[in-house]
C-alpha cells in the first residue's frame, strides 16, 4: 500500500464538487496532515490567484505543522506574472511551504515551449491532455520538453466523463511516450460505478471512474499490459478481481510485485487530485484494503 499509494490523493478541496472556501480547505488539509492518513496525501492543489491569501493563512497553520506544506498551483494564461510568485514564495516559506509542481490547462502544442522556460528549477510542470485527435502529438511535446501530462477523468457533468477506451488509449500512449502523469476530477470512488455527480440533494447520478480502477490500469499498462488490458482493469466493477498483498497487487490473472509498484509510481503515474480526502480513504477501508 505503501509503494502504490503513498502520497497518491492531491487534496484540492476548493475545486468543484466540493468548492469549499481557501480558510476550509486549509484547516481540511491541515487535519488530514495530523491524521493517521496523512501518509496517503499528496499536494495541496490551489490556483495562482489564491497563492496571496494562502500567505495571509499560512503562518496559523504552517507553524503547528512538522513537516512541510507542498503546494501545486494551477496556472492561468498570463503566465509570466503568476510565475515570478512562485520563486519568492518558496524563498519566504523555506523549510514550511513549498510549491513543487505547476498546472496549464490545454495549450496549443507550440505554446507550450515557452511557459516551461518560465519555471523555476526544481519546479515540476503539468500540462494538461485533452483525449482528442491530438493525443499523441501532445505527448511527444510534453516528453520533449521535461513535463507530465495531466488527465482529466470525470466532473459535475456526465459528458465530462471519458469513455473507458480514450482513457486506456491515454494509458498506452503516454507509456510508449515515456511520460509521467497525473489524473484529477471524478475520482472520488474507489471502483467504478454510479455516484452523483455533485453533493447537491438531488444531484444527476453518472457512470463515474474509480481510482482504483485507473491506477490498476495504468501500472497494468506500464508493466507491459495492452490498451485491451487497461479497458478491462478501467471497466472492472467487481470488488473481488483486485488483491493487494504484502508482496504486490493483482488484478484478475495479472500481478505486479512490490518493486514494480515502486518504479511504476516514480516514473508513470504521480497522483490523482480529489475535492474530497474521507471519500477516497472510506472506500479503501470498505475494500479490507486499509
Not at 483525449?131 to 482529466?152: I, N
Not at 452523483?196 to 471512474?209: E, F, I, K, N
Request: charged letters at 20%; glycine letters at 8%; aromatic letters at 8%.
Amino acid at each position: 500500500m505503501q509503494a502504490l499509494f503513498g502520497a497518491m490523493v492531491d487534496y484540492a478541496g476548493m475545486f468543484p464538487p466540493a468548492s469549499l472556501t481557501l480558510d476550509a480547505a486549509v484547516a481540511d488539509y491541515a487535519r488530514i496532515k495530523a491524521s493517521a492518513d496523512a501518509w496517503l496525501v499528496g499536494r495541496f492543489v490551489i490556483s495562482a490567484g489564491r497563492l496571496r491569501d494562502f500567505e495571509r493563512l499560512a503562518p496559523r497553520v504552517l507553524d503547528r505543522d512538522d513537516e512541510p506544506w507542498v503546494l501545486s498551483v494551477l496556472v492561468p494564461a498570463d503566465a509570466a506574472s503568476s510565475l515570478s510568485e512562485i520563486n519568492a514564495f518558496n524563498e519566504q516559506w523555506m523549510g514550511r511551504a513549498r510549491i513543487a509542481a505547476v498546472e496549464w490547462a490545454s495549450r496549443p502544442i507550440e505554446n507550450m515551449g515557452p511557459l516551461v522556460g518560465l519555471v523555476p528549477s526544481g519546479v515540476e510542470i503539468f500540462f494538461e491532455t485533452p483525449l482528442d485527435a491530438d493525443l499523441e502529438g501532445r505527448l511527444d511535446a510534453v516528453k520533449a520538453l521535461g513535463a507530465a501530462a495531466k488527465v482529466r477523468t470525470g466532473g459535475i457533468k456526465a459528458d465530462a466523463i471519458p469513455p473507458v477506451d480514450r482513457l486506456a488509449f491515454f494509458l498506452q500512449h503516454a507509456r510508449d511516450a515515456g511520460v509521467a502523469f497525473k489524473a484529477t476530477a471524478g475520482l472520488h470512488h474507489a471502483l467504478r460505478g454510479s455516484y452523483p455527480l455533485t453533493y447537491g440533494q438531488g444531484s444527476d447520478c453518472a457512470t463515474m471512474h474509480g481510482f482504483l480502477n485507473l491506477v490498476v490500469a495504468a501500472a497494468v499498462v506500464y508493466s507491459g499490459g495492452s490498451e485491451h488490458d487497461a479497458m478491462g482493469a478501467l471497466a472492472e466493477s467487481s470488488p473481488d478481481a483486485f488483491r493487494i498483498c504484502p508482496d504486490g497487487l493483482s488484478w484478475r490473472s495479472e500481478r505486479i510485485g512490490t518493486q514494480g509498484l515502486t518504479g511504476f509510481r516514480q516514473r508513470c503515474l504521480r497522483s490523482f487530485a480529489s475535492c474530497d480526502f474521507p471519500e477516497p480513504v472510506a472506500d479503501l477501508r470498505r475494500l479490507g484494503w486499509l
